[in-house]
């Protein structure tokens, strides 16, 4: 870090996959970590992993789509930690389903978790980037982004999350703080086990015939997707706001 100050740094859906890997990275960055997650107990390898390595780390159980309590882990992190200035909405859910067989609730869910979850926390962090005149926000959209069958709810909030990334660069920019995207392609996760199990097929061979359609010829790992989402939020990246990054193994169309 170019600064003697130790940025604070909030990771939501930091239990496991995603999350977890960019928690830990930020913590090597020299960040201390909020590590946000449904349940705070789930939190708890994350938060080891990054005290274990001599970082510090918060354990913050909050539902990023309930208002009340987005503010409350916000106002607790702050005074614990200290004021955040660098803010990943990582919390997802999926509830795939095609569209005539999907569910209100379905929707709902999906929308409420990463639209409204990330408006909630990216309002309630931004002051303490205004005031410290520096802030770094990064949401995590996807290639489903692009159109997935069976995700038309995912789908369009992850699309809705680019447009919601370009937004927050063109409003927040004269107070030093940027925002980007980074969109994952296939991720070895949790979620993408479970896609696998949607479609009726044994993870390891769903891992194995996306391969064959990277160009790279492999699928990706959390710290694939840690390592842009540390880039975006260092100190030298200033300069690039309103990005949307696919980390996909190649190019998508």
Known sequence: MSTTEQRVAVVTGAARGIGAATAVRLAAEGRAVAVIDLDEA????????????????????????????????????????????????NAGVLRDNLLFKMSAGDWDTVMNVHLR?????????????????????????????????????????????????????????????????VAPGFIVTDMTAATAA???????????????QIPVQRVGRPDDIANAIAFFTGDDAGFVSGQVMYVAGGPLN
Do not use: W
């Open 198 to 212: 949607r479609v009726g097929m044994g993870f390891e061979e769903f891992q194995a015939a996306a391969a064959t």
């Open 117 to 181: 979850g990330a408006f909630l926390m990216t309002r309630a962090v931004q002051k303490h980037m205004v005031d410290a005149k520096f802030g770094r926000v990064v949401n995590l959209s996807s290639s489903s982004a692009l159109g997935n069958r069976g995700q038309v709810n995912y789908s369009a909030a992850k699309a809705g999350l680019q447009g919601f990334t370009k937004t927050l660069a063109i409003e927040l920019g004269k107070f030093g703080i940027t925002a980007n995207a």
């Open 42 to 89: 789930a939190c708890k390898d994350t938060v080891e992993k990054i005290t274990a390595a001599g970082g510090r780390a918060l354990a913050v159980g909050c539902d990023v789509s309930d208002e009340a309590q987005v503010e409350a882990a916000i106002a607790r992190i702050a005074e614990e930690l200290g004021a955040p200035t660098i803010l990943v909405n």
